[in-house]
């Protein structure tokens, strides 16, 4: 850091904002998570300034003796976190999610092939078919949606779904679902129609590697995550396939789609994913739940409607419709008393994704700061009187800041 302030006092100070802006914030994005001092210091390793384009020990530069150790190192410590065997391939070069789940499309399918996957609207993603991603106008795209009564996946309707639309690429693991997800029914969907099932476990990815949820790999041909959500990695992204798959898919990483990895991410994923297998990880993964369970009940004692009714994971869906509020008004209110979340569509939602209904909460980051039970009810009350008297807004965020000392980002 001296070296910056030294150099370029114009990043410096933004760098220097940027982390009061943290420290005295409440982070519920559900997307977002600090990773530990280790990871960070790995991301500015010098790895930084080696190119190895290719797989590890076939690459096209010289220089390799370490990126090569590093690279299958990251990969084996994968398969560890997974508990995966030999019958499993990882490539751990995708820049970030939405090129991992391009270069398996483009690696399992031929442009206009049909995709079954959730729509963006009730919590799915951009790149799992939208009209505006690549995803969505290199392929045929036939959305399931969640029930309208439960909120949630209904298996038997999407099975039929499949049955009538005949997808050679089933997707399942979404951005704004906040239940448990039957990997299991996916997988006997994809079986049944003769499709691949793709996990994109970008969101519960370090809830399956700690035991609070359960795992896709059983049952699916394909899974891709990012590695920053709740794995608490660096950005990055991984796939994980089936061995046969492996030639199909990973040459459409490299050369298909990028360039040379990023290494010191990839170093920092081996990090990141040593700290993923112990004890104190799992506590983390269980608690993120408890915490999320914890926000959610408390919500709804403040007269919040939680889609679905609560959740399972790490993340809630909050429908404001009798609140009076809309999606986007409450995420600037939020943010103006120091708690920042993002506005999302819910399920069926009558207004528009850019100020739709709702906002998502999430908690891997408030659990990563050392948060329980109880704060989530701070939060909750803070939540609630906020949207209720915004005049009490610039109050709440003195005592938001003041609360955020106690919990000191690692
Ligand atoms: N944008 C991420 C999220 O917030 O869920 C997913 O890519």
Known sequence: MKTIQAQDKE???????EEKRQ???????????????????ALTSLFVAKYSEGRPYKRYYGGMENVDVLETLVEERAKKAFGLGEDWAVNVQPYSGSPANYAVYRGLLDRGDT??????SHGGHLTHGSPVSLSGI???IVHYMVDQRTQRLDY?????LAIEARPKLIIAGYSAYSRIIDFEAFGKIAQKVGAYLMCDIAHIAGLIVGKAHPSPFP?????????????????GAMIICREGLRDKIFPKVFPGLQGGPHNHTIAALGVALKEAVTPAFR????????NAQALAKHLQAHDFEIVSGGTDNHVMLVDLRNKEIRGKQAQELLESAGIVTNRNTIPFDPNTPFNPSGVRF?????TTRGMKEREMKQIASWISEVISTPESASRVKKEVASFCKQFPIP
């Open 11 to 17: 990043i410096f100070d933004l760098i220097k904002k």
């Open 23 to 41: 420290v005295q914030t409440i982070d519920l994005i559900a997307s977002e998570n600090y990773p530990s001092r280790a990871v960070r210091a």
């Open 115 to 120: 995709i079954l996957s959730l729509d963006l």
């Open 138 to 140: 290199d392929f045929h």
């Open 156 to 160: 038997g309707a999407i099975g039929e």
């Open 219 to 235: 049952h699916a041909d394909v899974v891709t995550t990012t590695t920053h959500k709740t794995l608490r990695g660096p950005r």
């Open 283 to 290: 506590r983390y993964a269980s608690q993120v739940v408890k």
């Open 362 to 366: 999430g908690t891997p980051a408030v």
